[in-house]
Structures are given as structure tokens and as C-alpha cells.
């Protein structure tokens, strides 16, 4: 499974956002997918996960009422709405794809992680 991750820049505090990851190969794989940032200085931290068939979502609590992720299954695609931006949301966002859990907040359980994509929030 190859992930391709759209979108990012810079928005000023209170502004929106979208993100999109695009899979290929082997997706019939994919049980769940996954939003995961990180910013400077900090770990990689959950943002948003969704399960591929049924399209069950989880939100990290500081994007809860915020961001909402939704996935396309005919285009093999997952998208991130982000609104509400605020600068502590700044970091490298990067989108992942498990095999054996649909729905996770850990790092270690996503097999396929694409490149990262900045996400600028100014005050």
C-alpha cells in the first residue's frame, strides 16, 4: 500500500483547512486509516482515525467538534476537514494505513504511512 498525502500551507488562527491521502496498490488491505501530526520539539500524536468499510471515525480530544475525517472508498481516499484552526495545531500531518485494526490511536499499529504534509497555523 502506497499513501500520497494533498494539501496543507499556511492559514491564519480561525481559518480551515483540508488535507487528503490518496492510497494505491494492495488497498483491499486497508482496515482502517489515520491523521497523525507532529510538531516541532514533540512526538507523533493521533488526530482522527476512520475504519474503511463502515466509515466509523475517532477524534483525538483537541480536534474533537473541529476536524472531521471521512474516507472515499471509490477513490481510495481519505480526507481531513480541519476548521477552527489555532496555532497549536502547527505541525507535520501525516496520513497512515493499517491492515489488522480498524480503528487505533497508536502509532505502532499502522503499517503504511505516507510522507508528511505542513500545516502552518498563525496567531
Known amino acids: 500500500v502506497q499513501l500520497q498525502a494533498f494539501g496543507g500551507g499556511w492559514v491564519q488562527a480561525g481559518g480551515s483547512l483540508g488535507l487528503s491521502c490518496a492510497a494505491s496498490?494492495?488497498?483491499?488491505?486497508?482496515?482502517?486509516m489515520g491523521w497523525f501530526r507532529q510538531a516541532p520539539g514533540k512526538e507523533r500524536e493521533f488526530v482522527a482515525a476512520?475504519?474503511?468499510?463502515?466509515?466509523?471515525?475517532d477524534y483525538a480530544e483537541s480536534v474533537k467538534g473541529r476536524f472531521t475525517i471521512a474516507r472515499d472508498n471509490a477513490k481510495n481516499t481519505v480526507l481531513l476537514q480541519m476548521n477552527s484552526l489555532q496555532p497549536e495545531d502547527t505541525a507535520v500531518y501525516s496520513c497512515?494505513?493499517?491492515?489488522?485494526?480498524?480503528?487505533?490511536?497508536?502509532?505502532?499499529?499502522?503499517?503504511?504511512w505516507g510522507h508528511g504534509t505542513l500545516v502552518t497555523v498563525s496567531s
Open positions: 497512515a494505513a493499517a491492515s489488522r485494526v480498524a480503528l487505533s490511536r497508536r502509532v505502532d499499529r499502522y503499517e503504511y
Open positions: 476512520v475504519t474503511w468499510s463502515a466509515g466509523a471515525t
Open positions: 496498490g494492495r488497498t483491499v488491505n486497508i482496515y482502517g
